[in-house]
């Protein structure tokens, strides 16, 4: 079956360190990844994504993801947090299904960066 | 960059009422657009995918007679929630696929969401 997990409910960081959240993926051909982020009461915004090319995906306000084929894994990585970056965070692969493409979400994971 | 719409951004209706969701496509036009459910602290469901002049397709377990989906032109889809009930309290997102692309464009861009509350 074609999925997505992220492991961890909720990653606690301290303003200034690095953050990595985690996300494995299951899916039959060439992945299509994407990682997103929602605030409060709001919709999903686009932070970065991998087709093809370089293993290191960087995206928007600073964030990075790294493809890792053998492990199956696109884990969200920024060297530096800042408390705004808390937030829901939520890794999605373009899966095939029923003879058209869908994206399949992981379950999210709350990032919560302290002062 | 691509723009989605949705209004009402939040809604509160009486339970045995229809409300109905807008979602619009405002730089770009899609032919396909999808919504989805998010219930509290939980990630997206898809309900259905919208096609713009064909009927939606809905997944498995979702009643097309109750979340009605109209894709009318290029640029916007609605979802009617028939016979509101208090379990159809949600988040409702709706997100678009820009057509210029093609369809093997593999982004969607997400609307902010509507919450429905139903009394």
């Known amino acids: 079956a074609q999925s997505v997990a992220q492991p961890e409910d909720q990653v606690n960081v301290a303003e200034g360190n690095p953050l990595t959240v985690k996300c494995t993926y299951s899916?039959?051909?060439?992945?299509?990844l994407f990682w997103y982020v929602q605030y409060p009461n709001r919709g999903l915004q686009f932070l970065l994504k991998?087709?093809?090319?370089?293993?290191l995906v960087k995206g928007s306000y600073g964030f990075e993801a790294e493809f890792n084929k053998s492990q199956t894994s696109f884990h969200l990585k920024k060297p530096s947090a800042l408390v705004s970056d808390s937030a829901l965070y939520f890794c999605?692969?373009?899966?095939?299904?029923?003879?058209?493409?869908?994206?399949?979400f992981g379950s999210g994971t709350r990032l919560l960066v302290r002062p | 960059g691509a723009v989605v719409s949705q209004h009402p951004s939040r809604v509160i209706c009486k339970s045995g009422t229809s409300v109905k969701i807008e979602c619009r496509s405002l730089?770009?036009?899609?032919?396909?657009m999808f919504w989805y459910r998010q219930f509290p602290k939980q990630s997206l469901m898809l309900m259905a995918t919208?096609?713009?002049?064909?009927?939606?397709?809905?997944e498995q377990g979702v009643e097309k007679d109750k979340f009605l989906i109209n894709h009318a032109s290029l640029t916007l889809s609605t979802l009617t929630v028939t016979s509101a009930h208090p379990e159809d309290s949600s988040f409702y997102i709706c997100?678009?696929?820009?057509?210029?692309f093609g369809r093997g464009n593999v982004e969607q861009y997400f609307g902010p969401g509507t919450r429905l509350t139903v009394t």
């Open positions: 730089d770009f036009q899609a032919t396909t």
């Open positions: 999605a692969v373009r899966a095939r299904m029923d003879s058209s493409y869908k994206l399949i």
């Open positions: 919208s096609n713009e002049g064909s009927k939606a397709t809905y």
């Open positions: 991998y087709i093809t090319g370089d293993n």
């Open positions: 997100s678009a696929r820009d057509d210029r």
């Open positions: 899916v039959s051909g060439n992945p299509y």
